[in-house]
């Protein structure tokens, strides 16, 4: 039995509601956070909360925002995916070089997401079928996806020919660039399938307990399969995003997305344990990590600081997924 209805009822309970209102504390708290965070960038400068820079912001975070919900899937499930750092670059790559060799926008489109379902079918064979560690076989995956976006271009960064090709970073609704409310729209449907679907309830019951879910009727390695190929699709459709803001494509592109990306799920109350967090607090994560940034260019911190800054939220974030898992089990 693969996922059905029938295996609904033998299902152990994903999220009891005592989880339930500790993820919520869990949001509320990191968004207390980010307040904080505002204010304290805000006492610095007054262009910081102006309209224009809350659009830079928003446009900053959409490529990680979108990496970022596949993450949450894999992380849910019990795993996670470090190949998405090599996907976004490789899908960046990829979407210039055919659009450059004549290939209409449509086409080209389906193409970079059927690679990026190509690896995270790969990823879901190494990780449920061989039974490898997440870790080694997205790491190597990881490896093969940034090498190949390197040699495609040799090295080198390939520019756009077609603007019309760059349509996502080209048109806007509201001032809001046509990928942030791809970002937007990507985060509902995730939420929805994650609280909603017998497919969501299923991934919080396979990170909270493998051998349940299997006992229940559920192919643990099916929903593996699916969930590595959303996250596939994701961060190449990421990779789109990215060649459509550059108007160019690069394998060095996007490539710290993987860290960042697993990053913000755990600030959002994910655990490297599986079986807890969501796309709220993903959300918010993703929101803490660009906003960061952002405050700190603008009050002109060198990037080698801002860089210590991301590693010390990286170490809050591991930090606190192992003060959660340790509560949760008292």
């Known amino acids: 039995m693969k996922l059905n209805a029938d295996s609904e009822s033998t299902l152990p309970s994903a999220l009891p509601i005592k989880r339930k209102r500790k993820q919520l504390n869990d949001v509320a708290l990191l968004f207390l956070f980010y307040v904080m965070i505002l204010i304290f960038f805000t006492s610095f400068t007054d262009s910081f909360f102006s309209f224009s820079n809350t659009l830079n912001i928003l446009d900053s975070i959409a490529v990680l925002g979108i990496v970022a919900i596949g993450q949450a899937f894999t992380i849910i499930s019990g795993g996670f995916d470090f190949s998405v750092g090599g996907v976004v670059p490789l899908g960046a790559v990829i979407y210039v070089t055919i659009i450059n060799a004549g290939v209409n926008v449509p086409l080209a489109i389906i193409i970079v997401l059927a690679i990026g379902a190509m690896v995270g079918l790969i990823n879901g064979f190494l990780i449920g079928k061989l039974r490898i560690t997440p870790l080694i ?72 307990n493998k051998e349940a879910t299997r006992l229940a009727g559920i192919s643990t390695d099916f929903i593996t399969f699916l969930v590595y190929v959303i996250s596939g699709i994701l961060a190449a459709l990421a990779g789109i995003v ?61 990037s080698f600081y801002q860089q210590i800054a991301t590693g010390v939220v990286l170490l809050i974030a591991v930090i606190s997924s192992r003060l959660r898992n340790d509560n949760s089990e008292e």
């Open 242 to 302: 990215v060649a459509s803001q550059l108007m160019a494509g690069s394998g060095t592109m996007g490539l710290d997305t993987n860290l960042l990306s697993i990053t913000a799920v755990i600030l959002g109350g994910g655990s490297l344990a599986g079986g807890t967090g969501g796309i709220i607090g993903t959300l918010v994560g993703v929101l803490i990590l660009g906003t960061l940034s952002n405050g700190m260019a603008l009050i002109q911190v060198q």
């Open 137 to 208: 076989a997205t790491l190597g995956t990881f490896s093969v996806t940034a090498g190949l976006a390197s040699v495609i271009t040799g090295g080198l960064t390939t520019a756009l020919d077609n603007p019309d090709a760059a349509f996502l970073a080209g048109s806007s609704v509201g001032g809001i660039s046509y990928y942030v409310w791809l970002l937007i729209l990507l985060s509902v449907l995730g939420f929805i399938t994650l609280h909603y679907t017998l497919f969501g309830r299923t991934l919080y019951a396979l990170g909270g």
